[in-house]
Every structure is written in C-alpha cells, then in structure tokens.
C-alpha cells in the first residue's frame, strides 16, 4: 500500500518569495514520486518525476525537489515565486514502473499575492 | 498533438439515471486511464487501459461503471443508476508506454448528481 500525505491546503506567499510545498510518502517498495500542477478548468500537467535516478530532481517553469529517503519526503521548492505560479499543486506516487496508476495526495492551493 | 480530449464538460443528472462519458486520447498514445476526483481531495485511479484492453480496475470502480476502448482508439465511461456519490470530475489521461511515462490529463468531465 503507499500513500501521500500533503502538508497544508493553501499556502500563501509573496511574489519573488521562496515556494515550498510538503510532501511525504509512504510506500512498502521503492517509489516513483510525482509533482502535478492544475490550474482552473485545465488538466493535470506533470511538473517533475523522480524515477531514482538522482535525488534532486528538476522540473518545468523553475521547480524542483528533493527526494530524501530517510524522511520520506519529496517537497516541491521554487526560488523566487511568480503570479503564474498560483494553482492547485498535486503530489503523487506511484511503485508500479510500469504503468502510473498514481495515488495523489490532497493537493496544495498556491496563492501568490502582489 | 491536440491534447487529450473530454466530451462532455458538464453533465447534470438526476438520481437513478445512467450516463456515458467519452475520452479521446492523443492519436499515438496507446495506454488510456481513466481517475476521479472529489472536491478537496486529490486524483482517484479508476481504471487502466492499454489498447483495448482493460488492464487494471481499482475496487473504486463498482458494478454500476463500466468501461471501454473498442479498437483501442476512444474510451468510454458509463455510469448506471447514478447515486448523489458519484458527483465528481472524472478525468482521463493518455500516454506512451516508454520508460520514463508522461501522463497527459484532459480537462475532465465534471458530474453533477442531484
């Protein structure tokens, strides 16, 4: 069985400021480990994977994070944070390398203010 | 590439009646999978397809739904007898069976039970 677990519905930061959502796993097996963006009446677009190859992973649009196997954790960090970046953020993992059906966390609504 | 597609948007309903739901994938992309998601919560995984073949069912997806992809082109979704439960955007991604698997989600399908 895995799980994800989503510290934190919304987040609120200022543009330019530091993003940082939190994400911890649970899996029996080794993870794959996904970051997910939705923004408003479009679909789920994949924003970085970690597959094992290397522990920090970089994605689209800046983001990028850090697997760390001793917390079980896999957060998404972005440096400097932008109005476009507001949407709701899904972590996902899956230990099935063979196809993605993905259990997702409760996602992260991301709020970027002026 | 014109993206995963998802007919209809909208659907209101009313208790006890039956509905169907249709995903076009991306034309190349031969794995189709089908996910549900409840407002707050995150993705649900529903069921698998690669070609036409039905791969994987969660025990999410009861009696009432069932499942398609003649020819292993379009999918279907139906949903009979529909309960106020089932009120959910129901989503549909595609992709390529490669080692390192994207999934592309469409906008979704969101049902309305009354």
């Known amino acids: 069985a895995q799980s994800v677990t989503q510290l934190g519905s919304h987040v609120s930061v200022s543009e330019g400021a530091l993003v940082l959502l939190r994400c911890n796993y649970s899996?029996?097996?080794?993870?794959?480990l996904f970051w997910y963006v939705q923004y408003p009446n479009q679909g789920l677009q994949l924003l970085l994977k970690?597959?094992?190859?290397?522990?920090l992973v970089k994605g689209i649009n800046g983001f990028e994070a850090e697997f760390k196997k001793s917390e079980t954790s896999f957060h998404l960090t972005k440096p400097s944070a932008h109005m476009s970046d507001a949407a709701e953020y899904f972590c996902?993992?899956?230990?099935?390398?063979?196809?993605?059906?993905?259990?997702f966390g409760k996602g992260t609504m991301l709020l970027v203010s002026p | 590439d014109t993206g995963v597609s998802q007919d209809p948007r909208h659907k209101i309903t009313k208790r006890g009646q039956n509905v169907t739901f249709r995903c076009d994938p991306i034309s190349e992309h031969n794995r189709l999978y089908w996910y549900r998601q409840t407002l707050g919560q995150g993705p649900e995984f529903l069921t698998y397809f690669q070609n036409e073949a039905q791969l994987e069912k969660s025990r999410l997806l009861s009696d009432r739904f069932s499942a398609e992809r003649p020819k292993g082109s379009f999918s279907t979704l139906e949903i009979q007898r529909t309960e106020q439960g089932d009120s959910a955007m129901y989503l549909c991604?595609?992709?390529?069976?490669?080692?390192?698997?994207?999934?592309?989600f469409g906008s979704g399908t969101q049902l309305s039970v009354l």
């Open positions: 996902a993992v899956t230990s099935n390398s063979g196809y993605s059906t993905l259990t």
């Open positions: 970690y597959t094992s190859a290397a522990t």
């Open positions: 991604a595609s992709s390529v069976r490669q080692p390192n698997e994207k999934l592309f």
């Open positions: 899996s029996s097996v080794p993870p794959y």
